[in-house]
């Protein structure tokens, strides 16, 4: 094999060596862009999730308050109860 020959064939293993590197990493790239775009449909919905549990904790606060307030009413009506007698 001739110095330009040798040369060529080890500039074509380089080339393909490169190609096959280049579609690996495009793979990856599409594999990583489907695993984001799956990430941000998973955040989406946690984050709607989220926002449901904070109103159910809302609601669930108010019927809280509107307990305490009615125990604090049947205390001060049960003293007042007692004062009367």
Known sequence: MLP????AEKN???LVSQADTI???KRN????Q????????HNKRLIEQNA???VII???????????QAR??????ISTLGERY
């Open 52 to 54: 449901e549990a904070m």
């Open 34 to 41: 489907g695993q984001y775009q799956s990430a941000l449909i």
């Open 72 to 77: 604090d009413n049947a205390y001060d009506d």
């Open 29 to 32: 790239v599409r594999d990583l």
């Open 12 to 14: 074509r293993k380089l």
């Open 4 to 7: 330009d020959e040798m040369e």
């Open 58 to 68: 809302g609601h669930k606060q108010q019927e809280l308050d509107a307990m305490a």
């Open 23 to 25: 579609e690996m990493l």
